[in-house]
């Protein structure tokens, strides 16, 4: 292991004794972040109304470190308590007619499909597409997208399977009919490279690959689609006229810890960051492979997340989390998820105990 990814490391205490391959669950935190915290409240919150500057310089900076991470301009980029209220909103400020179409994989994220519910009633016909293959999951998304489609919600990354959508592709399938690429970004951003510009709407979390906290989301709509929503819930924040789908207060104390932990990605580097999440995810697909174990997630289209096929998910990763090792089981399969502060080492002794546990 090298020194510098034993100083990496260093940076997170948990993983000397553990076998870490959740991040696609919740990030580890980096050491040092609890000081961060508490200076917000002991210096800035302790303060009132006083050090209203100050949490908003939080907001302006993270927001900017955010949009040049995204590769979008920062007036598109705002901040929600979570992904999933991010969709929603968006959702239920767009103007859909009787017969129009929302297009979505049958199997993504909860809030990707529900979020659109509400449309129902309204005579929208919600089109739950089953993916058959997985190595095809772009192609039988763009083939869905008609004239009557308004939107395509999607995952950039699936939340199960790990596989990663072609967006500029489906941008233009959407562009040639018309419709609105929307996106959750919840296992993209922070694994791999992101270009967030591609699409109409993007949505993300902070508590995965970004490595901050629980309570914040991020919301970037390009700003054609602003100028059209009609923003649903209102408040002081979005007094009408204005569109801004913002109605109340931020989360700055959140706002802050995920300015900080960008700051310390930034510090490490995003290429070296997205460099070792793929080399380490290649290395344990491959390593899986060789081992007989199915992998479900193609090797071409591939961020953080590995996935297997199992029986019994639970049982598997019951016996590995006996032996400090934690993954995630899903429904047929084991979900494991590679970070920049994993080590090769860790995956070879992943594979080693998986092969243990097989046996007994």
């Known amino acids: 292991m090298s020194s510098g990814i034993q100083a990496i490391r260093r940076a997170f205490p948990f993983l000397a004794e553990n076998l870490y391959f959740n991040t696609a669950a919740v990030g580890l935190c980096p050491d040092g972040f609890g000081a961060a915290a508490a200076h ?6 302790s303060r009132g109304y006083t050090a209203r500057r100050l949490w908003r310089d939080f907001e302006h900076d993270t927001a ?8 979008v ?3 598109d980029v705002s901040f929600t308590s979570s992904t999933t209220e991010a969709l929603n909103l968006v959702a239920r400020s767009l103007r859909l007619s009787p017969g129009d179409r929302v297009v979505f994989a049958a199997d993504d994220f909860p809030s990707v499909r529900l979020a659109w519910e509400g449309w129902r009633r309204a005579g929208v016909d919600l089109v739950s597409l089953p993916i058959a293959d997985e190595t095809r999951r772009t192609d039988a998304l763009a083939a869905a997208v008609d004239a009557r489609t308004k939107v395509l919600c999607v995952s950039h990354v699936h939340w199960n399977t790990g596989t990663r959508l072609d967006l500029p592709r489906l941008a233009a399938a959407c562009s040639r009919h ?12 922070g694994a791999v490279e992101v270009d967030a510009s591609c699409a109409d709407v993007y949505a993300g979390p902070t508590f995965k690959w970004l490595l901050a ?12 689609l602003r100028e059209r929503l009609e923003p649903v819930f209102l408040g002081y924040a979005n007094e009408p006229p204005a569109r801004s789908l913002r109605y109340s207060h931020l989360n700055h104390s959140a706002i802050g810890m995920l300015g900080r932990s960008l700051e310390y990605l930034e510090s490490v580097g ?13 290395r344990l697909s491959t390593g899986l492979d060789a081992a007989g174990w199915r992998v479900l997630t193609p090797r071409d289209r591939r961020a953080g997340i590995v996935s297997i096929a199992h029986a019994e998910p639970g049982v598997l ?19 494991f998820s590679t970070h920049f502060y994993n080590s090769e080492e860790d995956v070879d002794r992943l594979l080693d105990l998986l092969e243990q546990v097989r046996r007994r």
């Open 40 to 45: 917000y409240f002991d210096e800035i919150r």
């Open 64 to 71: 900017h470190r955010l949009a040049r991470l995204l590769e």
């Open 73 to 75: 301009p920062r007036e």
């Open 178 to 189: 018309g419709a609105l690429l929307v996106v959750d970004g919840a296992q993209a951003v």
């Open 213 to 224: 906290d629980f309570g914040l989301g991020f919301l970037v709509v390009r700003r054609e």
């Open 270 to 282: 995003w290429p070296l960051v997205l460099g070792r999440v793929a080399a380490l995810a290649d």
């Open 317 to 335: 990763t019951a016996r590995l989390e006996e032996r400090r090792c934690f993954a995630e089981p899903r429904e047929g399969l084991v979900r």
